[in-house]
């Protein structure tokens, strides 16, 4: 028996309604991955740096090492798992050679998702930038800019990613 008291949650994941009991302290990408099975979103670092574990969180890609599971009630979680293919972000990663080792792709979409998404104009320094919160020890980087420039032009969240479940 846990010596935290334990929490009723209930958020959205990945399209579905779902519920939860869990610990105050509990991170949500240890919540995603032991509780759901979710094992897309990878845990690199545990201190915030590398992205690995990124999500979106009502529309916005965050570090879900970073975020109390707690913190997600009534919220929208998307993990990879939840991004129904075909995917253009994906594809294009794959067109361009975006990825090797594949584990930091996951935060990879989710950071490209929420860039394309944000209705700027994108070139390729604000693209580096964008992706300054994620770390690839694989690719050099080029493959995903060039990836993620590709898609460049899929204005609506409709066309960049649509959710499983939902
Ligand atoms: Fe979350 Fe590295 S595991 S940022
Ligand atoms: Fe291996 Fe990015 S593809 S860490």
Same mark, same amino acid.
């Given at each position: 028996?846990?010596?935290?008291? &334990?929490?009723?949650?209930?958020? &959205? ?19 995603l ?13 545990d201190?915030?740096?590398?992205? *690995?574990? *990124?999500?979106?969180l009502?529309g ?11 913190? =997600?009630?009534?919220a929208? =979680? ?15 990663l ?11 792709t996951?935060?990879m979409?989710? *950071? ?6 944000a ?9 580096? &930038? ?15 800019v ?19 479940? *939902?």
């Amino acid at each position: 028996m846990s010596k935290f008291q &334990r929490k009723s949650i209930s958020f &959205r994941l990945n399209g579905v309604s779902v519920e939860a009991e869990v610990e105050p302290r509990e991170l949500l990408v240890h919540h995603l991955r032991n509780d759901w099975g979710l094992t897309g979103s990878h845990v690199g670092c545990d201190t915030g740096q590398c992205g *690995a574990c *990124a999500v979106l969180l009502d529309g916005h890609a965050v570090k879900s090492c970073s975020v109390l599971t707690v913190q =997600v009630d009534r919220a929208d =979680v998307v993990t990879i798992e939840g991004i129904a293919r075909p995917n253009v972000v994906q594809d294009a990663l794959h067109r361009h050679h975006g990825l090797q080792c594949g584990f930091c792709t996951p935060g990879m979409v989710m *950071a490209a998702i929420e860039m394309l998404g944000a209705g700027e104009n994108l070139d390729e320094e604000a693209v580096r &930038r964008g992706l300054s919160g994620n770390m690839c020890r694989c690719t050099g980087y080029q493959g995903i800019v060039d990836g993620i420039l590709d898609v460049v032009g899929s204005r609506s969240n409709a066309e960049i990613y649509t959710v499983k479940g *939902a």
